[in-house]
């Protein structure tokens, strides 16, 4: 995952050049047409692809708190301006309304899953915190299953294995690289949380929490 998160990036970072010979082609006079929205959704999007997998580490959230919440403000931030600049970008987006209105569900469902899980915070509700920004990052994600779709799909279409155009495939891929990402987090952080009276079951469901997001960053 973080591997992945990076090399992304550094894909990304290029469109912060602001070089239309790095655009995607098809959407290469939108985005010389609207460059400060671009950049608000690239440089927000970077920033919490980058540091998202950290928030996963155990040994920061448990020995270094506050360094946690200062990467926690920075990603939440990040998309803030990703999910601002996405929303901008929709109505544009190659394929038509119905790719924007996929691209618009991410950036609205990036920003509310996001404002969510800050809520949950203030509030002291740790455990459902964590469910919540798990699914904020699912969807911070979608930049890496985006394009990995959109790598599959070159080449199946070069192999001549499949007959799709691109355009109708991308429309797919607008839908394709966010929903399956946020099920499978939802289905993965259920709302399990105990009554407010069982202390004792509250903690314990956190302790249980903190295992199962230290075993998915051994896994990486």
């Given amino acids: 995952m973080t591997v992945l998160s990076l090399f992304i990036v550094s894909v990304a970072a290029k469109y912060l050049t602001f070089d239309p010979a790095v655009y995607f082609e098809q959407q290469r006079e939108i985005y010389v047409e609207r460059v ?39 990603y939440l931030l990040g998309c803030l301006a990703g999910g601002i600049g996405g929303l901008l970008l929709a109505p544009t987006a190659h394929g038509g309304p119905i790719a924007g209105l996929g691209f618009a569900g991410l950036a609205v469902s990036w ?15 740790v455990a459902d915190h964590r469910r919540w920004m798990i699914r904020s990052f699912a969807l911070t994600f979608s930049a890496v299953t985006l394009r990995l779709m959109l790598l599959v ?19 797919a891929i607008a839908w394709l690289c966010w929903v399956p990402n946020l099920l499978i987090a939802i289905h993965f952080t259920p709302a399990r949380v105990p009554h407010a009276s069982s202390t004792g079951r509250r903690r314990e469901f956190g302790r249980d929490l903190d295992r ?9």
């Fill in 153 to 171: 799909y070159g080449g199946l279409a070069s192999a001549e294995l499949i007959t799709l155009d691109f355009t109708t495939a991308y429309v």
């Fill in 36 to 74: 400060l929205a671009l950049g608000l959704h690239i440089s927000g999007a970077i920033v919490a692809l980058a540091i998202g997998p950290l928030q996963f580490v155990g040994a920061i959230r448990r020995r270094l708190p506050r360094l946690h919440r200062a990467i926690g403000v920075l």
């Fill in 212 to 220: 199962d997001l230290d075993g998915a960053a051994g896994e990486r």
């Fill in 111 to 125: 920003l509310v899953t996001g404002a969510i899980g800050l809520r949950m915070i203030f509030t002291g509700r």
